[in-house]
């Protein structure tokens, strides 16, 4: 469920992306408050929408914001920052699920998680994010074993999947763990009428998530031997599309059902950014101001033309944590911090070649330290994901988008809320 939604600053309002960044480094200082510096490491894009639809049912209040001291993904610069609840069940969530992320990495031995005394490690650190984020789910009043539970299901379930499979049965248990911390967010917000058409949008939402990671993954998945579900069910590119198609639409009926405060931010990221997710994942486009993906010519990229901060974030400076999109399922995964960003390694200038093999858990952390340190996860034309070893832009880069002025753009759709 990770990091499918990258807005491009282009297409929000100044208003919302200040709002936007408000949640994502309010995330990530929840993360250092409650779960210390090492935590932050499984911010992410997702996970803040947990805190944007607590905000957005609840109402913004002077205490759910807090002005943050400089910081060097901002450029040094001051910002207001999220904080409250919503904030912390994000936290709490991102925990759980990339703590089983890594048990799953060390139980499949890969990179230097091969060897006992890295895996040992990995799994003190799974642990103590485990306990973490449950302490946290339980002042919130939020259970963490059904993330927990989803999670360890999945293993069994891809094991026993094959040709003719349903592949939403492979998406089951990410399904059930998004709906269950959507959902909670209307206990948060004291609107206990959301619950349920928040759930529904959740489980929509992390049937995308996982559909989207296959699709995005398949090509490289498929020459490197690794399971992928498409391929393991026989599921067509086309079927995964109108399976895509029919949440997108779902989430959107589940949002009309669900009253807010000032869903404006919340309706952007799950209506319209998220259809963009689909149209980039699967090679198309509807936003006249994008450039063109790989499917109609375009420039391939590890956004195509979706840089998420292009040249105008509002704070100066680059991906608030590199590497792709960050976080929870969780480091190190397709969908940890480096990533499902990116198209196959064949579709690369060089032609098609032999990917590489992701690095482990913690070789993924040195590396992205690494990066981070030298500017290249801003600046670098090109870099290499620290995770998934995926070629990436550096996302200061020029953006492709021209924004939106109001004069026949499509990038809006036709339902309420716009």
Request: glycine residues 14%; proline residues 7%.
């Amino acid at each position: 469920m990770f990091g499918i939604v990258r807005p491009c600053a282009h297409r929000l309002t100044e208003g919302l992306k200040v709002e936007w960044m408000a949640h994502l480094c309010g995330l990530c200082l929840a993360l250092r408050a409650d779960h210390g510096q090492f935590a932050r490491v499984v911010t992410n894009y997702d996970g803040l929408i947990v805190s944007v639809l607590t905000e957005a049912q609840a109402g913004r209040t002077e205490a759910g914001r807090r002005t943050a001291g400089p910081c060097p993904l901002r450029a040094m610069r001051t910002a207001p920052v999220a904080r409250g609840e919503g904030a912390r069940l994000a936290a709490a969530v991102s925990l759980v699920l990339a703590s089983a992320k890594i048990r799953d990495h060390v139980a499949d031995r890969d990179g230097l998680l091969a060897r006992r005394p890295v895996a040992a490690a990995a799994r003190r650190v799974a642990r103590s994010w485990d306990r973490a984020g449950a302490r946290t789910g339980r002042e919130l009043g939020f259970d963490t074993a059904v993330l927990v539970d989803a999670v360890d299901r999945q293993t069994g379930l891809e094991a026993l999947a094959g040709p003719g499979t349903p592949l939403l049965a492979v998406t089951e248990p990410t399904e059930t763990a998004t709906a269950a911390a959507f959902a909670h967010t209307a206990v948060l917000a004291g609107r206990p009428g959301n619950a349920e058409p928040l759930a529904e949008a959740g489980r929509l939402f992390g049937r995308l998530a996982h559909l989207l990671d296959a699709v995005e993954d398949q090509a490289a998945d498929d020459t490197a031997g690794a399971w992928n579900p498409l391929t393991a069910t026989g599921t067509s590119r086309e079927e995964a599309r109108r399976l895509a198609d029919d949440a997108l639409h779902g989430i959107r009926l589940a949002l009309k059902d669900a009253e807010f405060t000032d869903g404006h931010l919340a309706h952007v990221l799950l209506a319209h950014e998220l259809r963009a997710s689909v149209d980039r994942a699967f090679g198309t486009t509807t936003c006249a101001h994008g450039a063109p993906g790989p499917a109609q010519g375009g420039a391939p990229g590890p956004y195509g033309s979706y840089n998420p901060y292009g040249g105008g974030n509002p704070y100066g400076g680059g991906h608030p944590h590199g590497g792709g999109p960050a976080g929870p399922a969780g480091p190190g995964g397709s969908g940890g911090p480096g990533g499902p960003g990116g198209l196959p390694p064949q579709f690369g200038a060089g032609g098609p070649h032999q990917p590489k093999k992701p690095r482990g858990f913690l070789a993924g952390c040195a590396m992205f330290t690494w990066l981070f340190c030298t500017c290249q996860i801003c600046c670098a034309k090109e870099y290499e994901g620290p995770w998934s070893r995926k070629k990436r832009e550096g996302c200061c880069r020029d953006c492709d988008c021209n924004g939106c002025d109001g004069n026949g753009c499509d990038c809006c759709c036709p339902c309420d809320g716009c």
